[in-house]
């Protein structure tokens, strides 16, 4: 332990050793500086879907550097934005037509959020109230950390986040209960919208539900005219086995945000893609009825070129066949730790495996945490547990043998991390 130049994210510099340097990458595999070789087995944070260093994604971005790296977008476009703004509508759940460019995952959900409050002032029904899931992970802005599930991740925070109706996750068997309380926030008062991962509450601990409760989500919000916010940022671009969620449950969002996947991992975009009613309601002669966000790097051209290749892989390769093959792999490696003890809850979606450890004290702040990090990293494997909960989410070029390496440290999770 040793202090730092460098401020790492979550980390406790205080506790945490010296960071690992990585100098190469290519397919799941991360290269140190002192040529160890570590299986990126989460996808370097959920971004890499394809593989570090997909050969079209860099020569797309070597390409339009040499041609245009960065304008305003306030007042300009280019053809990047153009062309990624189009194909983002094509593939989107039919119905989203408008696209707004930012920076991140937080950011998309941040101005989701803000298209929602906009919507309701710009059709002269000022809605304030919104409603979120429980154990829900938007992002670490302040509207988004508001949405958030309170607690580890906002404490410290508090006296900056607004208040939020939190409905009960759909745990398998209760949905109703969860439907039940939705239905109620809405009648409680006009609630201008609900913001939900569709399927799975990424960092809230890799819980899963079903697509038939985010359709029955989507149907009680129209009945009472709130909107959904569907926050696909991480389960977008084929993380739960179809390019977004949403598809699984038939449904269109009526604001969608995508981030993480949009560019293969390789460079910060995000897109917030919203319905015709949103945009018409800010679209007017009056400037007070703007959107009011951006960045300084709003649609930046290197990054639209990245996202732009991106899609192209998505049309011209076999993306969700090596999708169901590491689906397939997943569900294999999970079946074999059931019957362990050591071990409670073996969940699949998707490409995403998930299971639990069994420590004296479960949680994010678990003692087996960094404990799991630095054995999993001494047998080559980068995997980052919440907690005690182990997800393994590699990149779709993944093979049976890397799988195999990550579910083996994880065999040999040494007695003493779970008895810690």
Not at 110 to 121: C, I, P, T
Not at 209 to 238: F, N, P, Q
Not at 295 to 308: D, G, H, P, R, V
Not at 395 to 404: G, K
Request: aromatic share 8%.
């Amino acid at each position: 332990m040793a202090r730092t130049t460098i401020w790492h994210p979550f980390t406790q510099h205080g506790l945490e050793p010296l960071e690992t340097e990585i100098m190469r990458a290519k397919g799941a595999w991360l290269e140190t500086t002192d040529n160890r070789r570590i299986l990126d087995a989460i996808s370097s944070w959920w971004v890499v879907t394809h593989g570090h260093r997909h050969p079209a994604i860099v020569e797309a971005i070597k390409t339009q550097a040499d041609r245009l790296d960065q304008v305003i977008f306030a007042g300009f476009t280019h053809p990047s934005a153009d062309a990624l703004a189009y194909k983002l509508v094509s593939i989107a759940p039919p119905g989203l037509a408008h696209v707004f460019f930012s920076d991140s995952g937080s950011t998309s959900v941040e101005v989701a959020l803000k298209m929602a409050l906009g919507y309701w002032r710009g059709i002269g029904e000022p809605r304030t109230r919104i409603a979120a899931l429980e154990h829900g992970y938007h992002g670490d802005t302040i509207g988004t950390m508001s949405a958030g599930s309170r607690g580890l991740f906002n404490a410290t925070y508090e006296p900056l986040l607004f208040d939020v109706v939190h409905i009960p996750f759909p745990v398998a068997g209760r949905e109703q209960a969860t439907l039940d309380a939705l239905d109620a926030a809405c009648r409680d008062a006009p609630l201008a919208a609900l913001v939900v991962e569709p399927l799975i509450a990424g960092a809230g601990g890799m819980k899963i539900y079903s697509a038939a409760t985010l359709a029955e989500m989507k149907r009680i919000c129209a009945h009472h005219g709130a909107l959904l916010i569907a926050d696909e940022v991480m389960t977008g671009w084929g993380r739960t086995g179809t390019l977004f969620a949403c598809e699984q449950a038939g449904i269109t969002p009526d604001i969608m945000c995508l981030a993480k996947g949009i560019t293969g991992g390789s460079l910060p975009l995000a897109a917030t893609l919203a319905s015709p009613a949103v945009y018409d309601a800010h679209f007017s002669e009056d400037r007070t009825r703007t959107l009011f966000h951006s960045s300084s790097f709003t649609a930046n051209a290197i990054c639209c070129a990245a996202a732009l290749a991106n899609i192209g892989i998505w049309e011209e390769e076999s993306v969700l066949d090596r999708i169901a093959a590491v689906s397939e792999m997943q569900l294999s490696q999970i079946a074999a730790l059931a019957d362990d003890a050591r071990f409670a809850n073996p969940r699949c979606l998707g490409t995403i495996g998930a299971i639990d450890l069994r420590v004296p004290d479960g949680g994010y702040l678990a003692a087996a945490g960094p404990a799991l990090r630095a054995h999993f990293l001494n047998n080559g494997v980068l995997l980052r547990p919440l907690g005690n909960t182990i997800y393994v989410m590699p990149p779709y070029c993944v093979t049976a043998d890397d799988l195999a390496r990550a579910y083996g440290a994880i065999r040999e999770i040494p007695a003493e991390i779970t008895s810690a």
